[in-house]
């Protein structure tokens, strides 16, 4: 038992090495634009969960944990083929508006509607295996000539209308899981740029999205767990 601890200890050292290097690698060159350096990083990671479950051959549940890994793996894997899970990396964002902010509801599996949420702050259950089912976002404080839409793909029932900002898009209830979601400016679109991120199911956070483009998937069983949203202003 002592050395299969000791193999899992030093298969986990040597990949968090090899992650370090990873992590120093794709920060110092975020410049040059390397949006799925986080991305990779995140697949390292899971090869070294990987590594070190198989070394330990006597941990409970053992063979259910690779599995979840290895398909953990794959979605990444997925991620990296398609390219539109990417997005564009934390590295590269502008300053969130302090002036005009976005707030975001969701309703959670089981749980129901969650309270407004500021702008950045993780809205829903990310990790917890529980699906959203629709979500809410609004302006705050509310501002002339500055507003949201929005819309999402729903599972069975296919992409929503855009929605109003403060319209609820989705549903409650109905075992229907969220699976991408776009966000645009209605008003306001010369002056803020609004982005969002979605966690994934068996994927994690996905890069940041804006201005109507899909964060998410179609037709890949992957639910959104939670969501983040900001305003910023528009780059000169």
Same mark, same amino acid.
């Given at each position: 038992?002592? =050395?299969?601890?000791?193999?899992?200890?030093?298969?986990t050292e040597s990949f968090e090495a090899v992650v370090r290097w990873c992590e120093d690698y794709f920060l110092s060159?975020?410049?040059?634009?390397? $949006?799925? +350096? $986080?991305?990779?990083?995140?697949?390292?990671?899971?090869?070294?969960?990987?590594?070190?479950?198989?070394?330990?051959?006597?941990?409970?549940?053992?063979?259910?944990?690779?599995?979840?890994?290895?398909?953990?793996?794959?979605? !990444?894997?997925? +991620?990296?083929?398609?390219?539109?899970?990417?997005?564009?990396?934390?590295?590269?964002? $502008?300053?969130?508006?302090?002036?005009?902010?976005?707030?975001?509801?969701?309703?959670?599996?089981?749980?129901?509607?969650?309270?407004?949420?500021?702008?950045?702050?993780?809205?829903?259950?990310?990790?917890?295996?529980?699906?959203?089912?629709?979500?809410?976002l609004r302006v705050n404080p509310p501002v002339d000539g500055v507003s949201l839409r929005y819309k999402a793909h729903?599972?069975?029932?296919?992409?929503? $209308?855009?929605?109003?900002?403060?319209? !609820?898009?989705?549903?409650? +209830?109905?075992?229907?899981?969220?699976?991408?979601?776009?966000?645009?400016?209605?008003?306001?679109?010369?002056?803020? =740029?609004?982005? !969002?991120?979605?966690?994934?199911?068996?994927?994690?956070?996905?890069?940041?999205?804006?201005? +109507?483009?899909?964060?998410?998937?179609?037709?890949?069983?992957?639910?959104?767990?939670?969501?983040?949203?900001?305003?910023?202003?528009?780059?000169?």
């Amino acid at each position: 038992m002592a =050395d299969s601890t000791d193999q899992s200890a030093k298969l986990t050292e040597s990949f968090e090495a090899v992650v370090r290097w990873c992590e120093d690698y794709f920060l110092s060159a975020s410049g040059s634009g390397t $949006p799925l +350096g $986080p991305q990779f990083v995140r697949v390292i990671r899971a090869f070294g969960e990987i590594a070190a479950a198989s070394a330990d051959s006597l941990a409970a549940n053992r063979a259910l944990r690779l599995s979840m890994l290895r398909e953990k793996v794959e979605a !990444y894997l997925q +991620g990296f083929m398609r390219g539109d899970l990417a997005g564009e990396s934390s590295a590269t964002l $502008p300053e969130p508006s302090q002036l005009v902010q976005a707030e975001a509801l969701v309703h959670v599996q089981d749980r129901g509607d969650t309270p407004w949420r500021s702008q950045l702050t993780e809205c829903g259950a990310a990790g917890t295996g529980r699906r959203l089912e629709g979500f809410s976002l609004r302006v705050n404080p509310p501002v002339d000539g500055v507003s949201l839409r929005y819309k999402a793909h729903l599972s069975v029932m296919g992409d929503t $209308p855009w929605v109003d900002q403060g319209d !609820y898009c989705g549903t409650r +209830g109905q075992n229907r899981r969220l699976e991408a979601i776009w966000i645009e400016l209605a008003e306001g679109a010369d002056r803020f =740029d609004v982005y !969002y991120s979605a966690h994934l199911c068996r994927f994690g956070w996905t890069g940041w999205f804006k201005n +109507g483009q899909m964060c998410g998937t179609r037709g890949e069983y992957r639910q959104v767990e939670a969501i983040k949203v900001f305003l910023a202003a528009k780059r000169a």
